[in-house]
């Protein structure tokens, strides 16, 4: 399994404020999930006021919404590590298909090793849109929903998933590895053996897979 692994707490210099309250309600998330990320015990942990943090997030809800796009980033950068352990130079559909396999284990493997991180990263509290341009993105600049989009597209491009199969397929995949996560997670399946939990994950991919690239 990959871990995933963020700098170490930074102390704050003047004219970084934001960016270590976002780092630091990052670490609370990664603690307790959204409910954990708060102002002031994000404040405490820079060493500023309250006062001074409000100047930067007038509310709970812009903190979350921050470290949510952070929390995004990690499921992105986890997803590509995963791509990329595929060899870049093959181009096959069998390398096309192993590249879809590996976003989806990666996303039920950050649930798994990360799960205050998976759950913070779907908190956007309602009424702020979800993500702006440019958050929640990975070493590519792109977010785990384009780096799936991105596995279908080749796919499909190379004639391996017929054309009435393609629209919303991404919505049919994520819907199936976030729900067996959130199964893992927070389900019945949590109790799950790990050998019987690598089997049912290795047969939901094969699912996937097969409704999307079977004659």
């Known amino acids: ?15 970084h404020l934001r960016s270590a309250l976002v780092e630091a309600g990052t670490e609370l998330a990664r603690e307790g999930g959204p409910d ?25 809800d812009a903190l979350l919404k921050a470290v949510c796009g952070r929390c995004m980033s990690a499921l992105a950068r986890l997803m590509e590590a995963g791509i990329a352990a595929v060899d870049p130079d093959d181009h ?33 509290p ?4 979800y993500l702006d341009a440019g958050e929640g993105g990975g070493a590519s600049g792109m977010g785990p929903f384009e780096l799936l ?29 976030h729900g067996f996560s ?3 997670l927070d389900g019945p399946l949590r109790a799950l053996p790990v050998p019987e939990r690598e089997d049912a994950l290795g047969r939901l991919l094969d699912n996937i897979e097969w409704g999307l690239i079977s004659p």
């Open 1 to 15: 399994m990959w871990l995933v692994s963020t700098p170490p707490l930074r102390p704050y210099h003047h004219g």
């Open 149 to 177: 989009s991105a596995q279908l597209e080749a796919l499909a491009a190379a004639g391996a998933i017929p054309p009435k199969r393609r629209p919303y397929a991404e919505i049919t995949a994520w819907s199936a590895v």
């Open 36 to 60: 954990a990320v708060v102002v002031r015990a994000a404040s405490r942990r820079v060493g500023v006021s309250h006062n001074a943090a409000y100047r930067h997030f007038p509310d709970r």
């Open 92 to 124: 096959s559909v069998e390398a096309d298909q192993a590249r879809l396999r590996a976003t989806g284990r990666a996303y039920v493997e950050f649930a798994l090793a990360e799960p205050g991180w998976f759950r913070t990263a779907f908190a956007v």
């Open 182 to 184: 959130s199964l893992l």
């Open 126 to 129: 309602p009424g702020l849109g």
